[in-house]
């Protein structure tokens, strides 16, 4: 199939598919960003995305949730195409997604911030909440509950008051994580969640994202600087180079690729 | 008893009340005479305008310059609709009224019609609504006043004269009001689109074309009753302490409801971070014209009680300098604060009108836009968050909820605490 290494294992590939986008191209003026880059994935899988700096991984990322409208290609979400949708209905549709620098709601509660993930599913209208009426007060708590079982999870319970932006950085990544989860996706965009993390992190990250797949039976497609974490959690990986797809693979074989050394490495790693 | 004290609800109405009945008594015994009351339902009428302007600035993050422009559309509209009326002409309330009920109609169809496609032109979205606001203004003076006009104005007289005045007077802020929200949303359509600072430039171009529409009310606009740069005379006096009373506490509590619902609390997001509010699934475009029309509609408002209070409207009045009013009073009572713009909404007219006619030296009127600038920049310099930064009152104050308590032991908490090996 296109898009993916071909040889992963039967059981997988009977999977169906959850995101195919094929032929994806985007130009910012005339620098070429993105060139012709396929990849699917099926459901359940945990799949990377690595390169190095500046070869348009983060621009997939913003072209897939409708930041860009890409200059060609097309991109399926469970079938349905994602290419000029506004990023709210993208984003309701089932995709969430994390951000490289983190991108929290700072003044606002830690509460808030995962809140505000569940407006889309508030069910509660204008008139209710002006009115204050018996669905605002039902709903309302619903919701307050659902976000604080969520942090608990990622172990924020009794932070749930203090201001976002307060919070060390360990956990406002934490907290990004389960607020992207508050949306209710069934595919997660991780972009680079170990960055600025000391090794010690990178092992409770790659404990964190086993533990919610399983737990949210998430499909993840995460982008990735750290060999450490991409090499030992992904089930196979794409390498992009200046806005091209060099190599794609199970991890071992990807590590071994003379071409992506010398995309991380320069040209003389290899003689 | 003391438990019911510590209800902040109990407390606020308690205290609001206290307030509406100590004010009444002193008018009533005369301590409070036209001019203080003047003062009173001015600076009432002018916090109504703030705090629209703080739900668009403050709290989601738009810089609007407009509200002026929406503040004289109000009173206009609604002084128009009492001023013909009293003078046995009930054209402009029907008009009005029902003109904005087709128009809200026809825009609701045209909204849920385009939502069927995608990325739909701006400026098609916009002259879409434009066409199907004004054919329900055109339907209304062409066929609906026509026709019930007559019948109208028997119905409501029929009823005790008393009370078919509070009842065309209730229309008449609520005809302005909703006038003032129409007009902010066709113009919040395309205008909302652009970044926050260019939004700023769109709304004081607004306020100046409504300012320069208003001079010519007479010549080029059909109303020769507003009398262009003349200024209109002959608006009934209606407005009274009871009216700016409640219609001040309905703009306060419509605006914390709103704040403390998960519409609020979307609203704060756009401010916080307009992308990454998009990318939680906010809507945030239509957060921001709600915003905005909210905003507009408070100014529609206070536009409506000020004309009554006044009895004459004048062009000057929604001019350039004072539209500037608002974002001071907001800016100085603390961006994202309620309470701010309440106590510096009342104590800028204060320090405008009150202080200067009454207490101050009689050359300080030359001084006084030298003066307050200077406090202003002083109030900048050392405390930039204004006076309330973003405190509430209690009342005003989006609820902390409690802890969750766990009934059953908690599931295996599978992630190690991160937070203390992050420092």
Redesign the interface.
Known sequence: MKGRPENLSPEVEARPVILEIEGLTHYFDSLRAVHDFSVTIKEGELVGLIGPNGAGKTTVFNLI?G?YRPTAGSIRYEGAQLV?????EI??MGI??T?QNI???????V??NV??????H?G?G?A?????SRR?RER?KA???RS??FL????L??R??DIAGS?????QR?LEIA??L??QPRLLLLDEPAAG??P??ID??M??IH?IRDRFQLTIFLVEHRMRLVMNICEWITVMDFGEIIARGKPEEVRGNPQVIEAYLGRQAIR | MRQLLRNTNFTFILGAGLVFILVQALISVGVLNAYWQGIIFWGAAITMVSLGLNLIYGFNGQFSLGQFGFYAIGAYASADITYRWVRNDPSALVVVIFGSVLALVFMLGVSAFLRRF??VATLAKFLFHFLAAVLGFFLAVRFVNPAIGKSVYTALNALPSGLSQQIVFFLALVGGATLAGIISYLFGIPVLELGSDYFGIATLGFTIIVKVLLDNTDTLLPFPEMKGARGMVGIPKWTTWPWVFFTFMAVVL?MR??L???????I??VR??E???????????SQKI?AFVIGSVFAGLAGGIRAHDMAFLHPTMFGFLPSFNPLIIIVFGGLGSMTGTIITGFFWIFLLEGLLRLYLPEGFETWRFVVYPLVLLLMMLLRPQGLMGRYEIAFLRRP??P??VKESP??P???????E???
């Open positions: 949730t930041v000029g949708l506004p990023s709210h984003i309701q969430a997604r951000f991108r929290l709601f700072a003044n606002l509660t509460l808030d809140l505000i993930a569940y407006h889309p508030a509660y204008l209710d909440s002006i009115f204050r605002y309302e919701m307050i509950e604080q079982e608990e999870i990622f172990g319970a009794d749930q008051n919070l060390p950085y360990g956990l934490r607020r992207a508050a949306t993390m000391n010690q992190e409770q990250l404990e964190l533990f | 995608y990325g419509v409801n709103l403390h619902s998960s519409t609020g609390r979307a704060l997001s916080e971070d992308r990454a509010a998009e990318l939680v699934g906010i809507d945030t475009a709600l902390l909820p802890p969750r908690p599931a908490k599978p992630i190690p605490e991160a937070g090996v992050a420092v």
